[in-house]
T-cell receptor, first 114, second 115 residues
């Protein structure tokens, strides 16, 4: 499986600020995904990031709050904008092996908003 | 609403026993099914994929799929304390518009294996 890294691994931010999370993969992948895992909860898909096109957002998530970039086949960023304490969560990126639909996750970014 | 349901547990088994984890899903058209293991403070790790009815074995793990019953399970034989984790069932399900598939996760079952 691909090696996936995320930066930062954790951060503590103030209300009203923004944080950009980076996801780097060691091989080219078509599909990248961003998930949120709130404390004690399962994973919720935020959006699908495809290279060369706009990200596709799930119900309840909007581009103004979670802008995503996908400049090439190995890299993506997710920005959490105008943060509030409710945004405190773990944010995970994943990549899909196209032949099997299997998804592999990065180590995650633990975000705390004060 | 497309859903994946799991018993939240916790499920506690003694070392060496068989742990049985169950999952049901709502989308009859689903074709891909996955089990992830998540240790506390870590990201999910894919441990099993299954696509056809029946059993699939990988070491101590066996995944079972019954599409007619919309049911998928994971058996862990000879359970070890290192198997203690949350196990997430994930199903590739059609989105609300029916045009695309997305991976939908259950809430997970916390498994504790007691030495």
């Amino acid at each position: 499986s691909a090696v996936i890294s995320q930066k930062p691994s954790r951060d503590i931010c103030q209300r009203g600020t923004s944080l950009t999370i980076q996801c780097q993969v060691d091989s080219q992948v078509t599909m990248m995904f961003w998930y949120r895992q709130q404390p004690g909860q399962s994973l919720t898909l935020i959006a699908t990031a495809n290279q060369g096109s706009e990200a596709t957002y799930e119900s309840g998530f909007v581009i103004d709050k979670f802008p995503i970039s996908r400049p090439n086949l190995t890299f993506s960023t997710l920005t959490v904008s105008n943060m509030s304490p409710e945004d405190s969560s773990i944010y995970l990126c994943s990549v899909e092996r196209t032949s099997s639909n299997e998804q592999f996750f990065g180590p995650g970014t633990r975000l705390t908003v004060l | 609403q497309k859903e994946v349901e799991q018993n939240s547990g916790p499920l506690s088994v003694p070392e060496g026993a068989i742990a049985s984890l169950n999952c049901t899903y709502s989308d009859r058209g689903s074709q891909s099914f996955f089990w992830y293991r998540q240790y506390s403070g870590k990201s999910p790790e894919l441990i099993m994929s299954i696509y056809s009815n029946g059993d699939k074995e990988d070491g101590r793990f066996t995944a079972q799929l019954n599409k007619a019953s919309q049911y998928v399970s994971l058996l862990i034989r000879d359970s070890q304390p290192s198997d203690s984790a949350t196990y997430l069932c994930a199903v590739n399900m059609r989105n609300s518009g029916g045009s695309n598939y997305k991976l939908t996760f259950g809430k997970g079952t916390l498994l504790t294996v007691n030495p």
